[in-house]
């Protein structure tokens, strides 16, 4: 009922067209800059001039994008400076981070991400997704606005890294549009375009659309389910419809819609710990495979793009679609009033081997027993002291499933209201805007999933299982969490004269999170459930089933309260939280303009990322916000004649409180596992320098393009472990759950994870000197750098050739361009390009199973890509 409301209400704004207004818009070209060459930016909600505006920003035009090939968001982290992403999942549910501040499963985003000026819509599932835009969003853009610091006063909450926008080309007068063709190795087709419609003089309409499709570059060697993984599969479209209603009301309306179907992610795995004994418990089951897998692989002289996986149906298949409707009412030439309002759905339905593996139960002896196979029981009472299983059986350690045909992984809907209020002075001195914002975020539905643990299955979703090891389990997660998000806001510049500016802003924000689970855990043996067995009411298979909050909801409890085991009624599994924080953020913000094109500043600004809920760990299942306070200086120069551009540096310092860290917990409770915590248990700092330049010379025909950041990142305090009731803060907090113990995973003086001291990025573009008959070529190559990073600080193994496990090593890239445009003078544009030529193997992150399983793995950036673009222009 309250989606439909919204919904109605969203539809009505479109066709009343509530208020709002726009501030006179810059005359610009196709490349988002003015006549004059100067680059236009949003990053404080009017447009302006990127060298006038007082903050880091990077800034990539459409042509930009294309010549990298970016396509999804996670492309984008490769070509810029302080900006870092974890693709722990995959490509398209990654998560971004800048200037070092990550988000960790489960913990809200540091970076916003926006489109037209929309955040993306929310999304918190088992692992992590959303929050961003749909893969293809980046055609037919105006530009991308990559701003590094805290955004919180005029863009909202969870911005402590900074903000990400994403401009999308407008309307126009004119008929025109186009349709590009690209063809690539790794079967690559991609087909684009876009159409602007002028049907009235007051009303215009653009449409474009984005079908790409590459196979995969991980290939699968165990001949079960897809050939190769890392595939990318989807269909992208945007509606933009704009009304001029009167000469000082306009209504814009843009629906974005995204349709994303790969076999997802697979991770190489390199290394295996010899920690565990052999054949000792489960892990010591897993780590043995593991090795048997890296023995195959290393005989056979596998690349590390070669894999093996057991998983027959994987899957990822993410839609995201949000509409959005702006109006703009110049109600004076003081004063514009702009409404933003917006309406989104995002759901993902996911089948995934965690940690890609094709195991078998290894042939190695258990010390002490003469035959292989057999193995200490240490996971229940209720099976045999010892499980005999014949080498080679096979079993899949992880894998995770959708719930049902219908419940997604995750299903999330958001709509926001924003209110502006613009005011601009008669003598110019000075501007504002006071603003609210509303944000409302409901589950479409359950969030649910099935993982099979230690099983074979076809499918956990239908429990099609084999329990090869006797003690296989199905994990069965089953959440809802409704997001408030509220907030009111006002932002000021005073020119006291032509040269000195302060800006000034405040926002206080309203959070709330209200969560509910019924989740349960099912085996098909009596050692995994506390009950008789029972048919499962979806699929019929006989299971016995538990809850997973042992400790709320344990049998003893249960039948103390007079309710039957969960077997065919999970609702006796209820729990229900919720996490409130209210906090307010702020700016200061002074700058000089020395001469007109070189202006210093300087800034100090208040960031917030709000508290979370994680049902996994009973009584240890929230957390609290931290804050962050940022200081940064700046010098902004910009030049013309013979050699124009401009060139940006930024000096910056974060320091940030009540971190948000994970902490292992140890169980004191029967039949409650330990497992790790989101705490609020340490500081930490940032700081470092960004540079951002370009220059052309040779009357514009040479163009050299830097990007640089230099980062330190470091954890400055971090509570030490403590146990129940020991008299500390984190021992108090153990007090009433489970757990007798807690250990934060960081330490002080550990490096932030994903976070290179040192990123370059260089670009040389030269256009040959040729009659306009001709037409247009340029040539152009990219260069990147990206410095070592830890990946996982928690793991400290050595792989064979020197690597340590937790960490990334440095690697270059280097991609070409040939662009030929306006073909003899014809409509028709060319393009060759190539991406990664020197073929770097180089990984983007780990999975994070050493500890736990003994298993280590890399996930692996693109491959060499090469391919060639056709484009057919029309119209004016």
């Known amino acids: 009922m309250a989606n ?51 903050i880091s920003i990077t800034v990539y035009n459409q042509d930009e994008l294309t010549k ?10 490769t070509y810029t400076p302080s900006l870092s992403v974890n693709e722990r999942y995959g490509p398209e549910k990654a998560s971004f981070s800048l200037r070092g501040f990550n988000q960790d499963q489960s913990t809200a985003p540091t970076v916003g991400v926006y489109f037209a000026e929309v955040v993306g819509v929310r999304a918190q599932g088992g692992t992590t997704s959303g929050n961003s835009v749909g893969a293809g969003a980046f055609m037919d853009l105006e530009n991308v606005q990559v701003l590094k610091g805290p955004q919180g006063t005029l863009f909202g909450r969870n911005t402590t890294g900074g903000a990400i926008l994403l401009t999308p080309k407008k309307p126009t007068d004119n008929l025109e549009g186009y349709i590009e063709g690209t063809y690539g190795n790794y079967d690559q087709v991609r087909v684009q375009g876009a159409l602007n419609v002028p049907l009235a003089d007051t009303f215009k309409v653009r449409v474009a659309v984005d079908r790409n499709k590459r196979d995969g570059y991980m290939r699968n060697l165990s ?34 819609y995204s349709d994303s179907d790969t076999n997802g992610y697979a991770a190489r795995i ?67 009033v702009k409404n933003i309002m917006s309406y989104g759905e995002f759901e993902e339905r996911a089948n995934f081997d965690l940690y890609t593996s094709n ?85 479409l539905g359950f969030n649910g999933g099935r993982t099979g643990i230690y099983l074979n299955c076809v499918r956990p979703q239908n429990l099609e299982c084999q329990n090869p090891l006797l003690f296989g389990s199905i994990s069965e997660s089953h959440t809802k969490l409704n997001f408030d998000n509220h907030g009111i806001f006002a932002q000021g510049t005073y020119n006291f004269t032509d040269q000195l500016s302060l800006t000034a802003g405040v926002r206080y924000t309203f959070d709330k999170i209200a969560g509910l689970q019924d989740s349960t855990r099912a085996g098909f043996s009596a050692n995994a459930g506390t009950g008789p067995l029972f048919p499962d009411p979806l699929t019929g298979v006989m299971i016995a089933r538990a809850c997973t909050d042992s400790f709320r909801h344990g049998p003893a409890q249960l039948a103390a309260d007079g309710l039957p085991p969960p077997a065919a009624d999970r609702s006796v599994c209820t ?34 990322r709000q508290g979370g809920i994680n049902f996994t760990n009973p009584g240890v299942e929230l957390w609290g916000p931290e804050s962050l306070d940022s200081y940064e200086v700046g010098v902004k120069s910009s030049f013309r004649g013979a050699v124009s551009g401009y060139f940006n540096v930024t000096g910056f310092y974060n320091d940030l409180k009540d971190m948000q860290v994970f902490a292992g917990l140890v169980s004191d409770t029967p039949g409650v596992a330990g497992g790790a915590a989101i705490l609020n248990a340490g500081s930490a700092e940032s700081y470092g320098v960004e ?33 129940k009731g020991d008299g500390s803060r984190l021992g108090d907090l153990l007090v009433g759950t489970p757990f007798g113990a807690v250990t934060p995973t960081v330490s002080p003086g550990s490096q932030f994870t994903l976070s290179p001291k040192h990123k370059l990025t260089a670009t040389a573009t030269y256009t040959l000197p040729l009659d306009a008959s001709i037409g247009d070529i340029s040539i152009g190559a990219t260069w990147v750098h990206t410095g070592k990073q830890i990946s996982n600080g928690s793991v400290p193994a050595v792989l064979p050739d020197g690597t340590p496990l937790g960490s990334i090593p440095s690697y270059d890239l280097l991609n070409l361009n040939l662009d030929w445009k306006s073909v003899a003078g014809s409509p028709i544009d060319l393009a060759v390009f190539a991406t990664n030529v020197t073929k770097e193997v180089y990984p983007v992150n780990t999975g994070g199973g050493w500890n736990s399983s003994g298993i280590g793995d890399w996930l692996l950036g693109v491959p060499r890509m090469y391919g060639v673009r056709v484009r057919y222009n029309f119209g004016q």
Request: aromatic share 10%.
């Open 68 to 77: 990298r090939n970016i396509t999804v968001a996670t492309d984008l982290a």
């Open 223 to 256: 001949d079960v389910g897809p050939k190769a993984y890392n595939d990318r599969n989807y269909l992208a479209a945007r509606l933009s419809i704009l009304a001029e209603l009167t000469p000082d009301l306009e209504n814009y309306t843009i629906f974005h």
């Open 4 to 54: 439909r409301l919204i919904k109605n209400a969203l539809l009505l704004s479109v066709a009343a067209s509530g208020i709002a207004a726009a501030t006179p818009a810059l005359a610009q070209d196709s490349a988002g800059a003015t006549a004059s060459g100067d680059i236009i930016v949003t990053a404080r909600r009017v447009e302006e001039r990127l060298q006038d505006v007082p």
């Open 691 to 723: 540079v951002d330049g370009s220059i052309a010379v040779l009357d514009n025909s040479l163009r050299f393009d830097l990007g640089y950041t230099y980062l330190h990142t470091e954890v400055k305090d971090v509570e030490a472990g403590a146990t």
């Open 359 to 443: 195991f078998t139960v290894s042939n190695v002896t258990t010390p002490g027993y003469d035959l292989p196979g057999f193995y200490p029981n240490t996971v229940s009472p209720l099976i045999p002291a010892f499980i005999n299983v014949p080498p080679g059986t096979p079993f899949q350690y992880i894998v995770l499933d959708t719930a049902d045909p219908v419940t997604g992984n995750s299903s999330q809907s958001t709509f926001t209201e924003e209110l502006q209020l613009q005011f601009d002075s008669v003598d110019g001195r000075f501007n504002g805007v006071l603003g609210g914002y509303l944000e409302f975020s409901r589950p």
């Open 270 to 336: 390199v290394g295996c710990s010899t920690a565990f004994a052999p054949n000792a418990g489960t892990s010591g089951i897993v780590a043995s495979a593991c090795a048997d897998q890296v023995a195959r692989q290393n005989a056979r002289g596998d690349s590390l793009y070669d894999v093996e996986s057991s998983n027959r149906n994987p899957f990822l298949k993410i839609k995201q679609w949000q509409v959005i409707n702006t109006t703009t009412w110049q109600a004076s030439d003081t004063l514009t």
């Open 575 to 608: 729990t229900r939280l919720t996490n409130k924080s209210n906090k307010p953020t702020w700016l200061i913000n002074a700058d000089y303009k020395i001469t007109p094109d070189l202006m210093v500043y300087a800034k100090y600004a208040r960031g917030y």
